[in-house]
């Protein structure tokens, strides 16, 4: 959520062929030249099946752990926080989550930040509807957690990023935190001020008290003001001088700059001197907003450090002639190899399309990745603002470079994403798109990782499914499941290392005995063999889909009270279907068996219904389906295809995931349908009516080559042009149809 509001636009599209052996999510062609493997992804895992969020964080830690988080909104007051230990093939809740999800007991559900330092402890900050922060730490992976519900410093507070030095427990040791002290400023205000606090111990923070202080920061946050040139603030990071850089934009918006300042503790004060660098001048000089030039900003601009201490901003801005869009928006990259006190011209590295909201993250030396929304429109009736796009489709694109600081950098560029995953504009209003019933379900970014084995990791919003409702502007998502992709194939981000994880499965999974695991209100315990997922599969009969999944026994059906409240076990295989230029962008449909007391099951099937609190999204069960069980452990759904009227025969089924859990009374209730994931297969992909795997795979849009400079005072129709092979592949392409994404609302 952001309160200082900008606007943002996306841009045009183009499609690339992928075929034959090339059948996987994310594939690049390369130049003859190119000498580094293709860059791929896997499968969507969908985070969680039922609760929703936007603006999703991720990391991992030294012992290879994946932490998601979200906000599920102020309204609610509610965020979520999982838990992955089989390197993203699942995810639950961590073990301290409480009541619908939540790890503490004050409120929040406006922003979250995640971080972990260097002794892997885990670090929480919790939005409370600009109010206050809720800030937590986890000694034990999310077992356990210490939390404040007053930890901000300055009120009202907005947007919030962690940088850390050191473990918890060392003498040095410091976790900082920057937000905006929302309308704390006085000179040319009311705005926004940019602050910094700290902790020593990952709870309680005190302000980074301004040494130096210029007249523009009296106001609110006078006493730890890093900068009243503010809009909005971007992530931080500590460079090797161990100065604080904070990536944000300016007060009017067109500037992409960051303020560099030392904290320097004291008897345990600890102050800073603070100044401004801008890093967008070269394509956004200080002008009339009469004169054409590129320029504006959208949320947010990020920033990431290499093991050897260079620094890499990226940023969207679009070109703007009289103070009015005139272009769409493409990202930008600048490198700074003195610890952000100066940067490098600023490159472009999106090629076609509207692309936006991109996130960084570096590895190695010069090993740097960004990924960003790509839209297939550029305008509609000459408007270029996402909240004008009323038939686009967004998914998620990924460059990667190996040698981002050479002088004419190499970018391979992907879609990560499968389908596209949102249809319809986006609204860039902020808060307010509440009240105007825009499509606000992305929030205002994404977010790119890198794991263990130097493997990328992205997670986003999916609002793919025919949860929606109507409003002004068209089909407003209601819900959209936080998904994770990890990089399967392509250069590691870390030198000398291989991404390991490369399995892409088709029409069926294994899935390892013993994981299935209760995970909640302070426990984490081994849960029955009934809960104890070992495969799953989807086959055909001729008369429609057979759809599978073995247990390690079902003996017994009923359900171990000793780990929480639940009276039913719940036995579920979802899908994706992509219905292009359809709102709601396709959907979510299951089979399922269910069993109350462990008595006889019922089988049903159904499409995932929107749930009006807490819950996104909820299984109904009262559509019976044709299904069967053996106490030796397998589950068989015989399911027509006139079932699922979305799926069509050759069409692709994404992300099949059997689950097994418990509800406290049935999936077809709210709250009561609350499903606690005790195990979860890795998804796979099915081609409904066919055999085998599929010789391809939707267009894929790629790119393959240098990134340039953008020349000052040229307009994005000189700089942001095709090159020859890439505009061939685009006829190539031509006809075969453009890729999608969406977003998510508060």
């Known amino acids: 959520m952001s309160f200082a509001l900008t606007r943002r636009t996306l841009a045009s599209a183009a499609a690339a062929l992928l075929a034959g052996s090339a059948c996987l999510a994310g594939v690049a062609t390369t130049s003859a030249a190119a000498a580094t493997p293709t860059l791929r992804f896997g499968h969507e895992v ?44 699942s995810f639950q809740l961590v073990p301290g989550n409480v009541a619908f999800g939540k790890p503490a007991t004050c409120l929040g559900g406006g922003d979250t930040e995640l971080a972990k330092d260097a002794g892997d402890n885990l670090y929480l900050s919790d939005l409370q509807n600009l109010t206050n922060l809720s800030n937590s730490v986890s000694k034990d992976a999310g077992l356990t957690f210490s939390t404040s519900c007053t930890a901000a410093p300055n ?100 500037g992409i700059l960051v303020s560099v300042g030392k904290p320097v503790t004291v008897n345990g004060v600890t102050t800073a001197t603070w100044k401004d660098v801008f ?59 003195n610890g ?90 902020g808060t307010t798109c509440t009240a105007t019933m825009g499509d606000r379900s992305l929030g205002d970014y994404l977010n790119l990782g890198v794991d263990t084995d130097g493997a990328l990791e992205v997670v986003y919003v999916d609002d793919t499914s025919n949860s929606f409702t109507t ?9 959209g499941p936080p998904v994770y992709q990890r990089q399967i194939g392509g250069p590691s981000m870390i030198a000398g290392k291989t991404p390991s994880h490369n399995a892409f499965p088709f029409d069926k999974v294994t899935d390892p005995a013993g994981d299935a695991h209760y995970s909640g209100n302070g426990l984490y315990q081994a849960a029955g063999d009934n809960l104890d997922l070992t495969n799953a599969s989807v086959t055909e009969d001729g008369k429609g889909l057979v759809i599978s999944m073995k247990l390690r026994s079902l003996e017994s059906l009923g359900i171990n009270t000793a780990f929480g ?10 899908f994706t279907t992509y219905n292009p230029h359809t709102p709601g962008n396709g959907h979510i449909y299951y089979v ?82 609350i499903i606690n994931l005790v195990d979860a297969t890795a998804p796979f992909d099915h081609v409904a009516g066919s055999k085998g795997v599929p010789t391809t795979v939707r267009p894929v849009l790629v790119s393959s080559s240098a990134a340039g400079p953008v020349p000052v005072g040229r307009g994005l129709a000189a700089t942001g042009g095709l090159g020859a092979p890439v505009a061939a592949l685009v006829l190539l392409a031509a006809g075969l149809g453009l890729l999608a994404y969406r977003r998510r609302q508060l």
């Open 46 to 89: 969908v985070i969680d099946h039922q609760r929703s969020g936007f603006e999703p964080d991720i990391i991992t830690d030294s012992k290879g752990r994946i932490f998601s988080s979200v906000p599920n909104g102020s309204s609610q007051g509610e965020s979520f926080v999982w838990r992955s230990q089989d390197h993203g093939d």
């Open 471 to 479: 409003g002004p502007t068209g089909a407003v998502a209601e819900n």
């Open 565 to 574: 409240p639940a009276t039913a076990g719940v036995w579920l295989t979802r």
């Open 340 to 429: 952000g006190h100066t940067w490098s011209r600023s490159r472009q590295i999106s090629h076609t399309g509207s692309n936006a909201f991109p996130w960084v993250t570096a590895g190695s030396l010069g090993r740097v990745a960004v990924a960003w929304y790509h839209a297939n429109e550029t305008s509609e009736g000459n408007r270029y603002q996402f909240d004008d796009l009323a038939h686009a489709e967004f998914d998620v694109q990924i460059a990667q470079s190996v040698d981002a600081l050479a002088p004419t950098p190499h970018y391979s560029t992907v879609t990560a994403s499968e389908h596209p995953m949102k249809y319809g504009p986006i609204c860039t209003a």
């Open 155 to 254: 009120t009202p507070v907005d947007r919030m990023w962690f940088a850390s030095h050191g473990k918890l427990g060392d003498p040095d040791f410091a976790i900082y935190e920057e937000y905006d002290a929302v309308l704390s400023g006085v000179n040319g205000g009311p705005t926004n001020q940019l602050v910094e606090t700290v902790s020593h111990d990952g709870v309680n923070f005190l302000p980074v008290i301004n040494a130096a202080p210029s007249a523009a920061c009296l106001g609110g946050g006078a006493v730890n003001c890093v900068s009243n040139e503010e809009g909005i603030p971007g992530n931080q990071v500590l460079n090797k001088a161990g100065e604080l850089v904070i990536a944000h934009s300016s007060s009017d918006g067109n």
């Open 592 to 673: 399922g068996m269910e069993s109350r007391l462990g008595q006889a099951p019922r089988f049903f099937l159904g499409d995932v219904a929107s749930a009006p609190v807490q819950l996104s999204m909820v299984f109904d069960s009262t559509t019976p389906a044709n299904g069967s069980y053996s106490p030796r452990g397998t589950i068989t759904w015989h399911v027509p295809y006139s079932a699922f009227p979305g799926l069509k025969k050759k069409q692709l089924m994404y992300s099949v995931t059997a689950v097994a859990g418990t509800t406290l009374a049935s999936a077809s209730s709210n709250p009561g349908g």
């Open 279 to 337: 890093v967008n001048r070269d394509i956004c000089p200080d002008k009339s907003s009469a004169d054409p030039g590129i320029c504006g900003s959208a949320n947010f601009n990020t920033i990431a450090q290499d093991s050897s201490g260079n620094l890499y901003m990226v940023y969207a801005s679009q070109l703007i002639k009289s103070g009015n869009a005139a272009g769409p928006y493409n990202v930008y990259l600048a490198t700074s190899r």
